[in-house]
């Protein structure tokens, strides 16, 4: 890994950016937010990393027809607080609110209405970026179309991302309807989300790793049509006080939680109601969760097979996890639905993605991850660089073929120690 001190500025208007982006004296630049990547797409490596978090302003919201434009430090959770009120939401979120506009664009996040709705960038209708060469643009899918579609899902390297606007999702309340329906087979899963795709705007499934069999609880939801628009509020209910011992994450333990938690979701109700940030931001509540894998942190997997490879490779990837007991008690399943992503990198396409969370045992997990990889790569399926480490070069080019495309609209100023690693 790459120790070299980064140097950092956090400007806090955008008439201070220009003379940033334009120092010769750090070629290499990096815009970043609030850094909830798991891997090191936000690190530059003796460059310089521009934190935008001071930028974070609403520039204009239209509560009529539900069209957002903000910084790009904004978070969701300032944007979510400000919209629902007036009965909008986010058109899609990932499982935290502490992201920011600029990095929601950057990832292309997607959600649990993947099916329903695309990823973030579907509903982005312009953006503002600052180039290396101090040049504005605004780029939207008809102006600049290459260089919108290289920034979404481009993770900071086609420039600096000043502003986002974006179509936001009209909702009926703050409250969502939720139907509970423990699964103990593969099939069964993809039972579930096959018949939930017409009728509920938001699905997943928590599975059981630390087993050979699959159990799993999946969850759908649709929005209670009356029930109020109260915003809610970032006080977190509680925090992991101190970092656990790195032997408290392991197969025992890991395996008791997750009986624990299938047989505690077998005797809920099937049905319940639930406010948005309940629903969807359950890790919010827990401030510094990290903490419960210790100093050496975690490192997280997420791939998507596609449609026609999934029951063979994600058999072949749960069987493999299991064998390795190095289970992950964050185990997160899921279909991604048709619907394309404007994004060159963009990382959701039709198929089954999986996402794990696995205590770092140093080269164990590496060489874990490395035999989950030859699975992946034999169905073609591709690893989301925003949860990623450690992914080789080839991988990389495999998950996505567009990349130079990519690489030729990348702007020379931007670099990170992602690119850096996976472009050689």
Known sequence: MDRRPQHWARPQFRDELGDLIRDPAWPEKLAIGLRRS??????????????????????????????L??????????AIRHI?????????????????????????????NHHMAGTF????????????????????????????????????????????????APIPSGLLDVEIAPFETLEAFWSLAAESVGSHAHTVAWI???TSGVRGVFTRANWVPA?????????????????????????LSVGAFNEFYYRLHKMKAARQRQDYQTYFYPLDSIRSWNRLYGVRGMRQYQCVIPWGEERVALSAL?????????????????????????????????????????????????????????????????????KDGRMPGDMFRLSFP???TFARLKDPAMNSDFWRRVSQ
Not at 42 to 50: D, K, P, Y
Not at 69 to 76: F, H, K, P, T
Not at 141 to 153: C, K, N, V
């Open 318 to 386: 749960l069987a493999e996890i299991a064998r390795a007991g190095q289970a992950s008690f964050l185990a997160v399943l899921k279909t991604f639905g048709d619907k394309s992503s404007p994004g060159l990198l963009s990382f959701p396409r039709p198929g089954t993605t999986l996402a794990l969370d696995f205590p770092n045992r140093g080269e164990r997990t590496l060489s874990l991850m490395g035999r989950l990889d030859a699975i992946v790569r034999e169905a073609k399926g591709a690893l989301y660089p925003a």
């Open 38 to 67: 798991y891997g090191d797409s936000c690190l530059n490596s003796g460059g310089a990393l521009v934190d935008m978090t001071g930028l974070d302003r609403l520039i204009a919201f239209d509560p009529l027809s539900g069209r």
């Open 208 to 210: 059981d790793c630390a």
């Open 121 to 168: 960038g579907s509903s982005v209708t312009a953006l503002g970026l600052l180039r290396g060469d101090g040049s504005r643009v605004m780029a939207t899918p008809t102006t600049e179309p290459d260089l919108f579609r290289a920034t979404i899902g481009g993770l900071g390297l086609t420039g600096v991302i000043e502003w986002v606007e974006f179509a936001l």
């Open 402 to 404: 567009q990349w130079e």
């Open 84 to 112: 629902v009120p007036h009965g909008w939401f986010l058109p899609t979120t990932p499982g935290t609110r502490f992201v920011t506009l600029g990095g929601a664009v950057a990832n292309d996040v997607h959600g649990k």
């Open 69 to 78: 434009r903000g910084e790009a430090g904004v978070s969701l959770s300032e």
């Open 227 to 251: 029930g109020g628009l109260a915003p809610h509020n970032d006080r977190s209910l509680g925090a992991i006080p101190f970092e656990f011992p790195g032997f408290a994450l392991n197969r």
